[in-house]
């Protein structure tokens, strides 16, 4: 029966194009048991269409007429729930499977980074037009620190494209207020920690939308003086002291006794938020792990999910130098207190019926925490504090798409509706029966896409995990003389361990239509990036592209995706200054260029000087629509030569990099008495 069920589907989903997701292409879900989140309550025997991302129709299976041009999946019975939302995470490009691809995997299909960058809103739109697969992203505003001279002009830059505002720890008690004014009057979306100088009080009256993580009101119990007026550096070194000193006594304490001490103090910090509509992010899952990297790294690393980690990260934590292990050397033994602590906010908060979301803070390569993975663990930690199935679900779908809604204004997701986005899971068992339930996918949707079980185990298959670790990149130049030349990257991570490039003994290149006619010999090494690197003729092919290198009987691979194609313009270097073969008398020589004209995507500029060796010795930049850049004194020599260029890209971030044109290389000397 069970395997007739994923069958079946698998079968019904080989039908389904896996390429570019169609806004119009309908998708129906039949017979399906409905989880639909509006109510604690399954729906048995439902047939649901979906056009493009949207559900458009649900009813009974022998009501509902399904389109002839309609893809079929067939539930078979199986039960239907909306995606997870992952609503603390930190996408970086540094792990060895695409991040992306984990979060589809465990379906989590929306997630909002809380220390945005431009590449991420790239992601984003790429992902919302169907040109990339992923979960539906949003994206707070690079952290506002504390450390910023201006504050208000930052909360002005950055609050262009992102969706909210994320403050941090070290923020003074002025700063904060002048940032909380600005959000208001600019209606943005405020999520954060609870900035030391400012404390819990400060923090409900100037009405901050969201508190980013539980542990933060542990600082609440702490005595210390908030008017420090310490720089950023030391709030850190100064509340640890504090907190160690006062809760030694209360290291060793049983269960029972942390909550005779802690109880009363735990109610009063969370009767303070009753009815201040201020929603709460949970990343309890981090404590946990926190606890296992600190006394059994070897065990937590032996768990099937930390195969997904990446190679630097294993490193680091094998020789004690990992995040967490630094920060709580010597005093080890606060974690454990720390985490009965946390689990006591969330069950008061619970208690309380503050509105939670689940997040993880999953992605950040420093911590150890496996991007998706993640998710059913923080499920679980919910359940274990007293939540039921639906409750916790809840937290995961309901309660994120309330928080969206304060930020953006669309209350979309969560919830299996008509209108709503077509997020989901389908499963074999009945996650309100119990959320491990979750982990046995059938399939999961997202973003107008539908990934089947096998499509997805091919996504996350451990078997693409490198063992030698591996980085590969294709992109679309125009050179110079107008020609078009796909560069291939396929950088060796430094945990390798061999020779460069010897030990490396073969390299594969296959492209969306198969293997290329490229070895190792053709490949050209820079040694300063671990790079093997060649053009080939011609612009490359829309699809996906796979780097594979052995070396004896280890192997490693990689895969990029050019997503577009796109013809940037070279600029006219007549623009340029200085021209061709100037001589400079100033330390700190101006470059200014022409900019290009291309409206398909934002253009992203790099500028780069080489010295007489052609050794590039000097580069800033990739950024938007930069038009000159001055070099700080010291960097170019008296008498010397030199040779600068201008690179043009479609993305701010080199992994992202799609399509890039670039300049002849202009030279110029510096004179011998540089004024
Ligand atoms: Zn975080």
């Given at each position: 029966m069970k395997s007739s069920k994923i069958l079946r589907v698998v079968i019904l989903t080989i039908l389904i194009p896996m390429g570019c997701s169609n806004s119009e292409e309908i998708i129906a879900f039949k017979n399906v048991s409905l989880v639909p989140m509006t109510a604690e309550k399954i729906v048995p025997d439902q047939t649901i269409l979906v056009k493009g991302d949207r559900i458009y129709r649900i009813g009974k299976s022998d009501e509902v007429k399904i389109p002839d041009k309609a893809k079929v999946v067939d539930g078979d019975g199986a039960f239907l729930m909306p995606g997870l939302a992952d609503m603390h995470v930190h996408l970086t490009g540094e792990w060895p499977l695409p991040q992306l691809d984990l979060f589809l995997a465990n379906g989590v299909t929306t997630v909002r980074d809380l220390d945005g960058r431009d590449f991420m809103l790239q992601w984003r739109d790429a992902i919302k037009a169907g040109q990339r697969a992923g979960p539906t992203i949003y994206a707070a505003s690079p952290i506002i620190w504390g450390y910023e001279k201006n504050v208000a002009e930052h909360i002005s830059k950055r609050k262009s494209g992102y969706d909210s505002i994320k403050l941090y720890s070290y923020l003074s008690e002025?700063?904060?207020?002048?940032?909380?004014?600005?959000?208001?009057?600019?209606?943005?979306?405020?999520?954060?920690?609870?900035?030391?100088?400012?404390?819990?009080?400060?923090?409900?009256?100037?009405?901050?939308?969201?508190?980013?993580?539980?542990?933060?009101?542990?600082?609440?119990?702490?005595?210390?003086?908030?008017?420090?007026?310490?720089?950023?550096?030391e709030w850190f070194p100064y509340l640890k002291k504090a907190i160690y000193q006062q809760n030694k006594p209360f290291f060793d304490l049983g269960t029972n006794e942390i909550k005779n001490k802690y109880l009363q103090e735990v109610t009063a910090t969370v009767r303070k938020l009753e009815s201040k509509n201020i929603s709460v992010c949970t990343t309890l899952y981090l404590d946990e792990v926190i606890i296992q990297k600190l006394f059994e790294p070897q065990k937590f690393l032996e768990q099937p999910t930390s195969a997904y980690l990446p190679q630097q990260y294993i490193n680091a934590l094998l020789q004690g130098k990992e995040k967490h292990q630094l920060q709580f050397q010597g005093g080890e033994d606060l974690a454990p207190l720390k985490y009965a602590i946390d689990k006591m906010l969330l069950i008061e908060l619970h208690k309380a019926g503050i509105p939670l979301t689940l997040g993880t803070d999953a992605g950040t390569g420093a911590m150890g925490i496996v991007p998706g993975f993640s998710i059913h663990a923080e499920l679980r930690i919910l359940i274990e504090n007293g939540f039921s199935p639906y409750e916790a679900i809840q937290a995961a779908t309901v309660n994120a798409s309330r928080v969206v809604a304060a930020m953006i204004g669309k209350d979309d997701f969560g919830t299996i509706d008509i209108g709503k986005r077509a997020d989901f899971i389908l499963l074999e068992k009945n996650p309100l029966d119990d959320v491990a339930n979750i982990k046995n996918r059938l399939g999961v949707m997202a973003a107008g896409r539908w990934y089947g079980?096998?499509?997805?185990?091919?996504?996350?298959?451990?078997?693409?995990?490198?063992?030698?670790?591996?980085?590969?990149?294709?992109?679309?130049?125009?050179?110079?003389?107008?020609?078009?030349?796909?560069?291939?990257?396929?950088?060796?991570?430094?945990s390798f361990g061999g020779r460069l490039p010897d030990d490396i003994e073969s390299i594969t290149v296959t492209g969306p239509e198969g293997v290329l006619a490229i070895r190792k010999e053709d490949f050209t090494f820079w040694s300063s990036a671990n790079d093997f690197y060649i053009g080939v003729p011609g612009s490359p092919k829309v699809g996906t592209y796979k780097f594979t290198v052995t070396s004896g009987n280890r192997q490693g691979s990689a895969i990029d995706t050019q997503s577009i194609v796109r013809?940037?313009?070279?600029?006219?270097?007549?623009?340029?200054?200085?021209?061709?073969?100037?001589?400079?008398?100033?330390?700190?020589?101006?470059?200014?260029?022409?900019?290009?004209?291309?409206?398909?995507?934002?253009?992203?500029?790099?500028?780069?000087?080489?010295?007489?060796?052609?050794?590039?010795?000097?580069?800033r930049g990739r950024i938007q629509n930069m038009t000159s850049h001055t070099v700080s004194a010291g960097i170019l020599k008296p008498g010397e030569k030199y040779r600068w260029r201008i690179r043009i890209s479609d993305s701010g971030h080199w992994m992202e990099e799609q399509n890039r044109s670039e300049t002849k290389k202009l030279s110029f000397k510096m004179a011998?008495?540089?004024?």
């Open positions: 002025n700063d904060f207020k002048k940032v909380m004014v600005l959000a208001k009057e600019q209606k943005l979306y405020t999520v954060g920690h609870i900035p030391f100088a400012v404390g819990l009080d400060g923090v409900i009256s100037e009405e901050m939308n969201e508190i980013a993580h539980i542990e933060e009101f542990i600082w609440e119990f702490i005595d210390f003086d908030r008017n420090e007026n310490l720089p950023p550096k079980e096998k499509e997805i185990q091919t996504m996350i298959d451990p078997a693409l995990l490198p063992t030698i670790p591996v980085i590969g990149g294709v992109v679309n130049i125009r050179n110079p003389a107008d020609e078009f030349i796909t560069v291939f990257d396929i950088i060796i991570g430094q013809p940037i313009p070279v600029p006219d270097i007549s623009t340029f200054s200085p021209p061709e073969g100037e001589t400079l008398d100033l330390k700190t020589p101006t470059f200014s260029w022409g900019t290009v004209t291309y409206f398909d995507a934002p253009i992203y500029y790099l500028f780069q000087i080489y010295d007489s060796t052609g050794e590039e010795i000097y580069r011998h008495a540089l004024k």
